[in-house]
């Protein structure tokens, strides 16, 4: 730990004797009786509060030792929570792995309870002390020296042996402190120092000096020396100043009256933090350090103003904003919400009231030079000069939030801070509001739209909302919470005013075209108002037991509390029933359900939708009693009938933020109570008009006029997948709720049709509803099913003529929803399969499912259910043969293997279809198929449509085709000579490889035509001459392609292959030889080789070698 500067010298005077026991006086136990506090100690604890030392010094000419005693007695700090404060972050068990035991002020008080601290003096305003470490498996015992220096019940230093380097306190400072704080008659206490040594004469001094040095001579002899020769030398610096310092005598009248607070390590904490960027846990410890900062503002402690300074100076330091800016990228989410939090702290600290005009000149000064700095974050990401000027106390009326728009310059996280600094709190009317609960006006009769106090007598505050729900959250960052209540209470009361004169309005005009929208929505808004107003009034009702003092605060320290909510009656302001508790509902409810535009920017928002969540999640944790179902009634009318006011109501502009969120919560919270009014609220919220391409003509819902408002910025809803997510649950949650109810599933039904745009929600909505619907363990819905069903269909016809990965997944969805419902929706869908199905879906996976034997069990149909089905698929199959015979052929031919016409009029398909729309690959595929289904002749035809389709050159000796034509020839050559004979010449046509033609020629050679038969039938019959047709043709093709393939290949030969090359000579010579003058024509062809090939010596020789 740091020192801090040491206050100047000074003279005290002399003081009587001390008497220790004359310790603080507390309320006596049944039984026993004290004596009221003596007034000096009253006098003197109060003078110990707020005076420095000095100054009583020169308000007096002479004090009396007992005065100045009890004043050093009373000037030590006596509030725990301050050491606390100053010791440790505020942990809770949410945080996890985080041992409460290992906090600095938790070890403090160990060691203080385990007797470690020890030799404790307090002389004058400075106290000392050891503190032993006990021994552990890793460390011997220590003994660490404490020093602590104070004035005006605030520790103003701190040194400690053990060398502990932490923004805050280590455990043996707390230790030493809690030891004055709890056993202050244990405490030896002392006059300064000075006032000691001014008592004593020449030679108790110099014996006083020299057996310190003695004591101390390694460490002080230097400095003693140094010492002496500077006052023995009548023109030092030393001799120049009267007196001299005393670090015991108090602080003088300039010194700061501030707790000790080690910047350098402040700075150096909040530097490494930022380095981590993110990891290591270094953003939860950023949001302890501003947590920090607003305890320290609550206690209104000025290091608060002073820490934050410390912080935002390393965050406008942290190198990543200028990388950031120069490659045009968004920082990221988290380090974006710590720069909302820095600003909306500053926001809290201009604002304080009782703040001097000084320090908030320093402020101002301070933001504008952060704020003019080029890396400075903007408000809203790269959108920030959308919303009007924090200090335009706007109109809440028909013209609210009608600001000038005009173009400004971007605003940064300390914008508002800057203008916060125009604000004030000398309005009168302000002032009667936040300091006194009986301020009404019951004779005022005033019903404009600015009154100062509504029918009722009760104040109301106009203001700019954000702005006057910053000036509550100062009221409570400061330490103000009651009256930070009051204005809340007079704001809320001001909103629901407005909202009843805006129902009103909108009643008188309904008719009219309103040009009405808010530019600036409350959730979502930099300055939270909505939930400040709600965590306000929340605080009011919180049920804790922190009534019992301190001594609890320390026993739960970082321990996490299950908070209970109870109405707290308010007997001001509010009418009869109510509470604070039906207040903070209230006032949320009104602020989730404006209606607002959607901020430009990712992260403003994502900002809406992360607040209105979190928003609504505090409200989930009240329990709804009676009272709060008759507000959430109350608030679900005005939001119906609320006009352009509500994003509810009737009109709602094409892009203003979406209700589906919100509504779902009105929904569950309604349903047990109001069922009709929750299924208009959830139906009313399901629209999502920035979907919409067009607007109809008279369409009152989407008015044209907005359009000159707010330009068109589809598609740049950023968050536009989790709204259609955030749309698909609230359609989830009704459906799930409408199950066994006709009418209402029609209903969810028809509004998920007309409103959800995007076919993998439905698909979703279609799952959920069909899982709803087949419990385990109960029949099944059928009018939920048919619900599943009809989005089921609607999905297929969405993503008919579109890509989607998960279109096979989802018909195969489909197959198995319609199998549920029965045999009529399977028939359906076969029937009308050309909205729905591509034809190679309908035949591969519609079709061969519904003739499965699965589905016939599943069904339990009878053998007319089973026909019908079949004959649908038939036609089906059929259907889609002729739509596409490439993909459907096979399929078709398959389904109708068991009806002899239907599977002649499939086979008539591919043969129609064979000589222009099919490959050699599906030919030969359905030849294959024949084969196997025991029509030769059929395969055989296929087989020789297919050749004409195929072209095989020379090096295609790997091609995938080459088994399909080895068994397209070994098919005719089972068949018969003449099968044989008219597909050679096919082959020899398509086929330009050797080695491919060499082996379909060996195998004809080695059994006669038709031996052996499809069946294993043996055939008498000679084997058939290579000197005839038509093997003859088919020998001279071989050799043909050998020499060509021959010459083909030396073009481009390399070493490397021309043993290769020799094995395929040698192949060659083989199919040469079977030629009757075969001998002499490979002579021929070899020699011929050599003449033209002489170049290629080493090659010439390997072929000699080899062949001659």
Same mark, same amino acid.
């Given at each position: 730990m740091a020192d801090r500067g040491q206050p100047p010298a000074k003279r005290l005077c002399c003081r009587p004797g001390f008497n220790p026991s004359k310790t603080p006086l507390r309320a006596a136990p049944a039984g026993k009786t004290y004596k009221p506090e003596s007034l000096l100690d009253i006098s003197a604890r109060k003078v110990a509060e707020k005076w420095p030392f000095q100054q009583v010094e020169e308000r007096f000419t002479r004090i009396p030792e007992p005065v100045q005693r009890r004043i050093v007695y009373w000037s030590f700090p006596r509030n725990e929570r301050e050491i606390c404060m100053y010791s440790s972050f505020n942990y809770s068990a949410e945080d996890g792995g985080d041992d409460?035991?290992?906090?600095?002020?938790?070890?403090?008080?160990?060691?203080?309870?385990?007797?470690?601290?020890?030799?404790?003096?307090?002389?004058?305003?400075?106290?000392?002390?050891?503190?032993?470490?006990?021994?552990?498996?890793?460390?011997?015992?220590? *003994?660490?020296?404490?020093?602590?220096?104070?004035?005006?019940?605030?520790?103003?230093?701190?040194?400690?042996?053990?060398?502990?380097?932490?923004?805050?306190?280590?455990a043996h400072v707390v230790a030493l402190s809690l030891y004055r704080i709890r056993k202050p008659d244990k405490v030896k206490l002392h006059l300064p120092i000075s006032e000691t040594l001014f008592q004593m004469n020449r030679d108790q001094l110099q014996k006083f000096v020299q057996y310190l040095i003695t004591v101390h001579h390694t460490e002080v002899l230097p400095t003693a020396q140094k010492l002496a020769d500077e006052i023995l030398s009548l023109n030092s610096e030393i001799n120049q100043v009267h007196g001299a310092p005393d670090p015991t005598a108090g602080a003088s009248i300039d010194d700061e009256n501030c707790w000790h607070l080690d910047e350098e390590q402040v700075q150096e904490q909040v530097k490494l933090f930022l380095s981590q960027g993110g990891y290591h846990g270094s953003g939860k410890q950023l949001n302890l350090l501003f947590a920090k900062v607003r305890e320290m503002l609550k206690m209104r402690d000025l290091n608060g103003a002073r820490m934050l300074t410390l912080i935002t100076e390393q965050f406008m330091a942290d190198p990543r904003l200028s990388l950031w800016r120069q490659q045009g990228t968004a920082m990221t989410d988290k380090y974006r919400q710590l720069w909302d939090e820095l600003g909306a702290l500053w926001m809290c600290i201009v604002l304080n009231p009782h703040c001097k005009p000084e320090q908030k000149t320093g402020w101002l000064k301070q933001l504008k030079k952060w704020n003019c700095v080029d890396v400075c974050p903007w408000e809203d990401g790269n959108h920030g000069n959308e919303l009007p000027n924090l200090t335009n106390a706007l109109p809440q009326g028909a013209n609210a939030n009608q600001a000038d728009t005009a173009s400004r310059p971007h605003r940064t996280v300390f914008t508002r801070a800057i203008e916060a600094c125009d604000l004030h709190w000398q309005d009168s009317h302000l002032q009667h509001i936040i300091s006194s609960d009986l301020y009404t006006n019951y004779c005022y009769h005033g019903d404009s739209e600015n009154s100062l106090f509504d029918s009722h007598g009760w104040p109301l505050w106009h203001e700019h909302v954000p702005t006057a729900c910053a000036r509550v959250d100062a009221l409570r960052s400061h330490g103000y919470p009651r009256e930070a209540l009051r204005l809340a209470i007079a704001i809320v009361n001001t909103l629901r005013r407005q909202q009843q004169k805006q129902l009103e309005m909108f009643q008188a005009q309904r008719k009219g075209i309103t040009t009405i929208t808010n530019l600036e929505g409350w959730v979502g808004h930099p300055l939270d108002p909505i939930g400040c107003l709600f965590s306000t009034l929340m605080d009011t009702c919180r049920v804790d037991d922190d009534n019992s003092g301190y001594s609890e605060f320390t026993e739960t320290l970082g321990q996490l509390k299950l908070l209970e909510y109870q109405h707290v009656p308010a007997h001001k302001f509010l009418e009869d029933g109510e509470s604070y508790l039906t207040l903070a509902v209230e006032i949320a409810l009104i602020g989730l359900g404006q209606q607002r535009i959607m901020p430009d920017g990712l992260y403003a928002q994502e900002k809406v939708c992360r607040n209105e969540e979190q928003l609504i999640a505090k409200l989930q944790e009240i329990e709804l009693d009676d009272m709060l179902v008759k507000i959430f009634r109350k608030q679900a009318v005005f939001l119906l009938e609320g006009g352009p006011y509500s994003g509810l109501?009737?009109?709602?502009?094409?892009?203003?933020?979406?209700?589906?969120?919100?509504?779902?919560?009105?929904?569950?919270?309604?349903?047990?109570?109001?069922?009709?009014?929750?299924?208009?609220?959830?139906?009313?919220?399901?629209?999502?008009?920035?979907?919409?391409?067009?607007?109809?003509?008279?369409?009152?819902?989407?008015?044209?006029?907005?359009?000159?408002?707010?330009?068109?910025?589809?598609?740049?809803?950023?968050?536009?997948?989790?709204i259609e997510s955030q749309q698909c649950e609230l359609a989830s949650t009704m459906l799930t709720a409408a199950k066994g109810d006709v009418m209402r599933l029609e209903t969810v039904l028809e509004s998920i049709q007309k409103n959800i745009h995007s076919s993998s929600h439905i698909f979703k909505l279609a799952q959920d509803a069909f899982k709803i619907a087949t419990p385990m363990d109960s029949l099944p819905d059928i009018t939920l099913l048919k619900v599943s069903l009809e989005l089921g269909l609607q999905v297929m016809r969405m993503t008919l003529s579109t890509l989607n990965w998960r279109r096979r997944e989802m018909v195969r969805w489909l197959v198995t929803c319609a199998t549920e419902v029965g045999v009529y929706a399977?028939?359906?869908?076969?029937?009308?399969?050309?909205?729905?199905?591509?034809?190679?879906?309908?035949?591969?996976?519609?079709?061969?499912?519904?003739?499965?034997?699965?589905? *016939?069990?599943?069904?339990?149909?009878?053998?007319?259910?089973?026909?019908?089905?079949?004959?649908?698929?038939?036609?089906?199959?059929?259907?889609?043969?002729?739509?596409?015979?490439?993909?459907?052929?096979?399929?078709?031919?398959t389904l109708c293997e068991k009806?002899?016409?239907?599977?002649?009029?499939?086979?008539?398909? *591919?043969?129609?279809?064979?000589?222009?729309?099919?490959?050699?690959?599906?030919l030969f595929t359905i030849a294959r198929y024949m084969e196997h289904r025991g029509y030769p002749m059929r395969a055989y035809k296929l087989a020789t449509l297919a050749m004409t389709h195929l072209n095989l050159g020379y090096n295609q000796d790997t091609h995938p085709a080459i088994n399909d034509v080895l068994w397209a020839c070994?098919?005719?050559?089972?068949?018969?000579?003449?099968?044989?004979?008219?597909?050679?010449?096919?082959?020899?046509?398509?086929?330009?490889?050797?080695?491919?033609?060499?082996?379909?020629?060996?195998?004809?050679?080695?059994?006669?035509?038709?031996?052996?038969?499809?069946?294993?039938?043996?055939?008498?019959?000679?084997?058939?001459?290579?000197?005839?047709?038509?093997?003859?043709?088919?020998?001279?093709?071989?050799?043909?392609?050998?020499?060509?393939?021959?010459?083909?290949?030396?073009?481009?030969?390399?070493p490397r292959h021309y043993s290769e090359f020799i094995e395929f000579l040698s192949k060659a010579r083989e199919t040469f030889l079977m030629a009757h003058d075969g001998h002499i024509q490979f002579t021929q062809f070899i020699d011929n080789l050599k003449q033209i090939y002489k170049g290629k010596k080493k090659l010439m020789m390997l072929v000699r070698e080899r062949f001659g």
């Amino acid at each position: 730990m740091a020192d801090r500067g040491q206050p100047p010298a000074k003279r005290l005077c002399c003081r009587p004797g001390f008497n220790p026991s004359k310790t603080p006086l507390r309320a006596a136990p049944a039984g026993k009786t004290y004596k009221p506090e003596s007034l000096l100690d009253i006098s003197a604890r109060k003078v110990a509060e707020k005076w420095p030392f000095q100054q009583v010094e020169e308000r007096f000419t002479r004090i009396p030792e007992p005065v100045q005693r009890r004043i050093v007695y009373w000037s030590f700090p006596r509030n725990e929570r301050e050491i606390c404060m100053y010791s440790s972050f505020n942990y809770s068990a949410e945080d996890g792995g985080d041992d409460e035991s290992r906090l600095p002020f938790k070890r403090g008080i160990a060691l203080l309870e385990s007797g470690c601290v020890d030799n404790v003096l307090q002389v004058g305003f400075h106290l000392s002390g050891t503190v032993t470490e006990p021994a552990t498996q890793s460390e011997p015992e220590t *003994v660490c020296n404490v020093a602590i220096s104070f004035d005006r019940c605030k520790i103003t230093s701190v040194t400690c042996g053990c060398g502990n380097k932490d923004i805050f306190y280590c455990a043996h400072v707390v230790a030493l402190s809690l030891y004055r704080i709890r056993k202050p008659d244990k405490v030896k206490l002392h006059l300064p120092i000075s006032e000691t040594l001014f008592q004593m004469n020449r030679d108790q001094l110099q014996k006083f000096v020299q057996y310190l040095i003695t004591v101390h001579h390694t460490e002080v002899l230097p400095t003693a020396q140094k010492l002496a020769d500077e006052i023995l030398s009548l023109n030092s610096e030393i001799n120049q100043v009267h007196g001299a310092p005393d670090p015991t005598a108090g602080a003088s009248i300039d010194d700061e009256n501030c707790w000790h607070l080690d910047e350098e390590q402040v700075q150096e904490q909040v530097k490494l933090f930022l380095s981590q960027g993110g990891y290591h846990g270094s953003g939860k410890q950023l949001n302890l350090l501003f947590a920090k900062v607003r305890e320290m503002l609550k206690m209104r402690d000025l290091n608060g103003a002073r820490m934050l300074t410390l912080i935002t100076e390393q965050f406008m330091a942290d190198p990543r904003l200028s990388l950031w800016r120069q490659q045009g990228t968004a920082m990221t989410d988290k380090y974006r919400q710590l720069w909302d939090e820095l600003g909306a702290l500053w926001m809290c600290i201009v604002l304080n009231p009782h703040c001097k005009p000084e320090q908030k000149t320093g402020w101002l000064k301070q933001l504008k030079k952060w704020n003019c700095v080029d890396v400075c974050p903007w408000e809203d990401g790269n959108h920030g000069n959308e919303l009007p000027n924090l200090t335009n106390a706007l109109p809440q009326g028909a013209n609210a939030n009608q600001a000038d728009t005009a173009s400004r310059p971007h605003r940064t996280v300390f914008t508002r801070a800057i203008e916060a600094c125009d604000l004030h709190w000398q309005d009168s009317h302000l002032q009667h509001i936040i300091s006194s609960d009986l301020y009404t006006n019951y004779c005022y009769h005033g019903d404009s739209e600015n009154s100062l106090f509504d029918s009722h007598g009760w104040p109301l505050w106009h203001e700019h909302v954000p702005t006057a729900c910053a000036r509550v959250d100062a009221l409570r960052s400061h330490g103000y919470p009651r009256e930070a209540l009051r204005l809340a209470i007079a704001i809320v009361n001001t909103l629901r005013r407005q909202q009843q004169k805006q129902l009103e309005m909108f009643q008188a005009q309904r008719k009219g075209i309103t040009t009405i929208t808010n530019l600036e929505g409350w959730v979502g808004h930099p300055l939270d108002p909505i939930g400040c107003l709600f965590s306000t009034l929340m605080d009011t009702c919180r049920v804790d037991d922190d009534n019992s003092g301190y001594s609890e605060f320390t026993e739960t320290l970082g321990q996490l509390k299950l908070l209970e909510y109870q109405h707290v009656p308010a007997h001001k302001f509010l009418e009869d029933g109510e509470s604070y508790l039906t207040l903070a509902v209230e006032i949320a409810l009104i602020g989730l359900g404006q209606q607002r535009i959607m901020p430009d920017g990712l992260y403003a928002q994502e900002k809406v939708c992360r607040n209105e969540e979190q928003l609504i999640a505090k409200l989930q944790e009240i329990e709804l009693d009676d009272m709060l179902v008759k507000i959430f009634r109350k608030q679900a009318v005005f939001l119906l009938e609320g006009g352009p006011y509500s994003g509810l109501g009737e009109i709602i502009y094409r892009e203003s933020v979406p209700m589906h969120t919100f509504a779902k919560y009105l929904f569950t919270s309604l349903l047990p109570h109001d069922a009709e009014l929750a299924y208009k609220i959830a139906l009313r919220a399901m629209r999502l008009p920035v979907l919409e391409s067009t607007v109809p003509t008279g369409d009152v819902s989407r008015p044209h006029h907005i359009a000159s408002v707010v330009p068109n910025r589809y598609p740049r809803w950023f968050t536009l997948s989790h709204i259609e997510s955030q749309q698909c649950e609230l359609a989830s949650t009704m459906l799930t709720a409408a199950k066994g109810d006709v009418m209402r599933l029609e209903t969810v039904l028809e509004s998920i049709q007309k409103n959800i745009h995007s076919s993998s929600h439905i698909f979703k909505l279609a799952q959920d509803a069909f899982k709803i619907a087949t419990p385990m363990d109960s029949l099944p819905d059928i009018t939920l099913l048919k619900v599943s069903l009809e989005l089921g269909l609607q999905v297929m016809r969405m993503t008919l003529s579109t890509l989607n990965w998960r279109r096979r997944e989802m018909v195969r969805w489909l197959v198995t929803c319609a199998t549920e419902v029965g045999v009529y929706a399977l028939d359906s869908i076969m029937q009308s399969w050309f909205t729905l199905f591509t034809p190679t879906e309908a035949t591969s996976i519609v079709a061969t499912t519904v003739m499965s034997h699965s589905t *016939v069990v599943r069904l339990n149909l009878d053998y007319n259910q089973r026909e019908k089905l079949a004959s649908s698929a038939r036609t089906l199959a059929l259907q889609c043969a002729m739509k596409d015979p490439q993909n459907c052929a096979l399929s078709a031919l398959t389904l109708c293997e068991k009806d002899h016409i239907a599977f002649e009029t499939a086979y008539q398909i *591919v043969l129609d279809a064979a000589t222009t729309g099919m490959s050699y690959t599906q030919l030969f595929t359905i030849a294959r198929y024949m084969e196997h289904r025991g029509y030769p002749m059929r395969a055989y035809k296929l087989a020789t449509l297919a050749m004409t389709h195929l072209n095989l050159g020379y090096n295609q000796d790997t091609h995938p085709a080459i088994n399909d034509v080895l068994w397209a020839c070994a098919l005719s050559h089972s068949l018969g000579k003449n099968e044989l004979a008219a597909i050679i010449p096919l082959v020899v046509k398509s086929v330009q490889c050797a080695t491919v033609l060499s082996d379909i020629l060996r195998r004809c050679t080695l059994t006669t035509p038709g031996m052996v038969g499809l069946h294993g039938r043996r055939n008498s019959g000679k084997l058939m001459s290579l000197d005839k047709a038509p093997l003859r043709q088919l020998l001279d093709a071989t050799i043909g392609a050998y020499i060509n393939t021959t010459h083909s290949r030396l073009t481009h030969i390399s070493p490397r292959h021309y043993s290769e090359f020799i094995e395929f000579l040698s192949k060659a010579r083989e199919t040469f030889l079977m030629a009757h003058d075969g001998h002499i024509q490979f002579t021929q062809f070899i020699d011929n080789l050599k003449q033209i090939y002489k170049g290629k010596k080493k090659l010439m020789m390997l072929v000699r070698e080899r062949f001659g």
